[in-house]
């Protein structure tokens, strides 16, 4: 729109619209007070030097009327001086005038005063541009008119809020043109006291975020498409090891499953949660390329077989490191063997420099590992697992896991489903039942 003709229609004579338009003589300029009383001091002097004159002009002498030329003559410089002096002030006046106008009704946010009950009782130049409505019109309005009905509830409870605290609030809601045509808006109000009356007012700074609340919609969109993206490759790599590898299949979701039950009783935010999740059941995705044999192996494994099997963190980051995703996943899967003083592998990573999220996910695979049926040994018990992480926490795992994995476990009830994976009752007969092996 063009703010110049508003500026000529609603802000060139302060006293239409609603009658409580401010005008620079309201910024309090010391010079226009100061040009009243120079015009009285003036006026003073003019009746005081009249009184002064003789009746009759002819009987002066040439002393006294040269004496008077000269007094006429120091009056009309005097009057000069305050001319100029009426002047300057006037053009401050005008000058305090347009910075006013610039700051207040050009400002880039829309200003609305409201009353207690929410009536509009001053707006700017861009708040009516805002509302789609003129100044004028705008006057004893309710504000809450512009807002989407959807949303009232929420600017009623803001501005209740606001007069019982008095402290300022910020919300962000839909709102309307007088047009019908919605925007978002962002509100931030505060209290003041009416300059006349002394009443509580509210004052408003109205900003249109629009644009904002588009780029954060679209930024969700393409959020929601990577995450659905990175859920298709996962869903593809669990397949592909439920295939290959039943057992660790079923190992990588129990161990998925108790993760996100820590991660939750920790607080952690939700998208952290889901990281948690996504990495979890894709946690010995490096396992895929390793023989069989040596996975389901039921006696001791030789010192190559080991190395090989750790391997599988190295081999799952590299599986994993080119996924786009919103989650630090590659990273995850190659941390979760390490232990927080060092002793871990593949890197010997200690304390902070693992992931909070492989840190989690290193104490759930180990209680799931001590507490699940093996291919070759049935489960050692979830007493012994927790035993584990008791025992080592603080030197092998982190106490902020370590506690809520013992609440929700001994406290919570929380189960693992360590039967889902049926026992090979040749193996056990065998005689390694009580064989511990955690990889
Ligand atoms: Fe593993």
Redesign the pocket.
């Known amino acids: 729109m063009n703010t110049k003709d508003n500026r000529q229609d609603d802000f060139a004579d302060p006293s239409t619209g609603s009658g409580r338009v401010h005008t620079a003589d309201s910024t309090g300029s010391p010079q226009a007070g100061g040009g009243h009383a120079l015009r009285r001091r003036a006026e003073d002097t003019a009746r005081e030097k009249a009184a002064q004159m003789p009746e009759n002009m002819e009987s002066l002498s040439p002393e006294a009327a040269w004496q008077l030329l000269h007094e006429l003559r120091v009056y009309q410089i005097e009057l000069e001086i305050q001319n100029e002096e009426l002047r300057r002030a006037q053009a401050e006046l005008e000058v305090s005038r347009a910075r006013y106008f610039d700051l207040y009704h050009l400002a880039p946010v829309g200003y609305v005063t409201l009353s207690e009950k929410g009536l509009i009782l001053e707006a700017n130049l861009m708040a009516t541009v805002l509302l789609g409505m003129a100044r004028s019109a705008l006057f004893k309005q309710p504000l809450f008119r512009f807002i989407l009905p959807e949303d009232q509830d929420l600017y009623h409870r803001h501005r209740k809020l606001l007069f019982e605290t008095r402290a300022p609030q910020v919300s962000e809601m839909r709102m309307l043109r007088a047009d019908a045509a919605p925007f978002w808006a962002r509100l931030e109000a505060t209290t003041a006291q009416d300059g006349e009356s002394g009443a509580p007012v509210c004052r408003t700074v109205v900003s249109d975020i629009t644009e904002r609340k588009r780029a954060e919609e679209k930024l969700q969109e393409s959020l929601e498409q990577l995450r659905r993206a990175v859920e298709t490759t996962i869903q593809v790599l669990v397949l592909a090891v439920e295939t290959k590898d039943p057992y660790t299949a079923g190992h990588q979701k129990r161990t998925t499953n108790l993760a996100r039950a820590m991660a939750t009783e920790m607080g952690l935010p939700p998208e952290m949660v889901e990281g948690i999740r996504m990495a979890g059941v894709i946690?010995?995705i490096?396992?895929i390329g390793l023989p069989t044999e040596i996975l389901s192996k039921p006696t001791k494994l030789s010192a190559i077989e080991y190395s090989l099997i750790k391997e599988?963190?190295r081999q799952?980051y590299e599986i994993l490191k080119d996924v786009e995703s919103p989650w630090p996943l590659a990273e995850m899967v190659y941390q979760?063997?390490e232990r927080i003083n060092g002793s871990g592998y593949p890197r010997g990573l200690k304390g902070e420099e693992i992931l909070v999220e492989a840190r989690i996910l290193a104490v759930a695979?180990i209680v799931e590992a001590i507490a699940s049926h093996r291919p070759y040994r049935p489960s050692l018990g979830m007493d012994a697992a927790l035993e584990e992480i008791e025992k080592n926490r603080g030197i092998l795992y982190d106490p902020a896991a370590v506690e809520p994995c013992l609440r929700l476990i001994r406290e919570k009830r929380f189960q693992l489903d360590v039967d889902a994976y049926p026992i090979d009752k040749k193996l056990l007969s065998d005689g390694n039942a009580a064989f511990f092996k955690t990889?």
């Open positions: 946690h010995d490096g396992k599988h963190a799952g979760h063997h695979d990889h």
